[in-house]
């Protein structure tokens, strides 16, 4: 069975951090494109950040780039999401998702929610004092 399971959600303060782990089972993250998204109330799923299998090249929303960082640990089949220096508007569900179709690219054509086939359940971010 296929399955991602989010977690490292939670209350943080503007300003702080918080590191979000995506596990999986089920198959091998490093052969797929790996995605993080978000939603917050009455808007669309947006893509945060994405990571190539094909060359590891990642892909930053305008939003984030140079707070977030996502990483894998194939080892471990565990895609992060570092995020630092948090803001209230980074306040959303957060999931992550796997994209099993090729190509595995990460840009920002590609890193896109209509592209990922497999979703986890998503974790909770607060940013709020």
């Known amino acids: 069975q296929l399955q991602l399971v989010e977690s490292g959600g939670g209350l943080v303060q503007p300003g702080g951090s918080l590191r979000l782990s995506c596990a999986a089972s089920?198959?091998?993250?490093?052969?797929?494109?790996i995605g993080w998204f978000r939603q917050a109330p009455g808007k669309e799923r947006e893509g945060v950040s994405c990571i190539s299998s094909s060359d590891g090249s990642t892909y930053y929303a305008d939003s984030v780039k140079g707070r977030f960082t996502i990483s894998r640990d194939n080892a471990k089949n565990t895609v992060y999401l570092q995020m630092n220096s948090l803001k209230p508007e980074d306040t959303a569900v957060y999931y992550c998702?796997?994209?099993?179709?090729?190509?595995?690219?990460?840009?920002?054509?590609?890193?896109?929610?209509?592209?990922?086939?497999?979703w986890g359940q998503g974790t909770q971010v607060t940013v709020s004092s």
């Open positions: 089920g198959f091998t993250l490093d052969y797929y494109a």
């Open positions: 998702a796997v994209k099993t179709s090729p190509p595995y690219y990460s840009g920002s054509y590609y890193c896109r929610a209509a592209r990922y086939d497999y």
